[in-house]
């Protein structure tokens, strides 16, 4: 499998990482686009959340308890932070692994998406 984030999460590829355990590793964003940009993956491939079922769908606990603790560590757990997933192709997921973006680090992210006209 040719999985940019397989390949970080097994350590083939360095990322600067700020957390991980035995299910999830979080590491910062290499384009970041805030000053706290910092993504949450499944060390198990998954393409995104269709991928999800009864088996596998815990992960999400363990991802979002991650998001939790990379706040804490990145200081924005108390100000407040945004956690995005874009998935597939039309909300521009631009790797077919999934991944949660964790955005904080200024005084406000702005509005969620911008209306269409």
């Known amino acids: 499998m040719d999985c940019i984030f397989c390949k970080i999460a097994a350590g083939d590829i360095p990322a ?47 991802i979002f308890l991650a998001v939790k603790e990379v706040a804490a560590i990145k200081g924005i757990k108390e100000k407040g932070y945004r956690i995005l997933i874009n998935n597939g192709e039309a909300a521009h997921q631009e790797v077919g692994h999934l991944h949660v973006h964790i955005f904080g680090g200024r005084e406000s992210l702005g509005p969620m998406i911008k209306k269409s006209k």
């Open 16 to 62: 600067s990482k700020v957390f991980e355990n035995e299910e999830v590793i979080a590491f910062d964003d290499i384009n970041p686009q805030t000053p706290v940009h910092t993504l949450v993956i499944p060390k198990k491939h998954l393409v995104n959340i269709n991928d999800l079922n009864k088996e596998n769908s815990n992960i999400m606990a363990h």
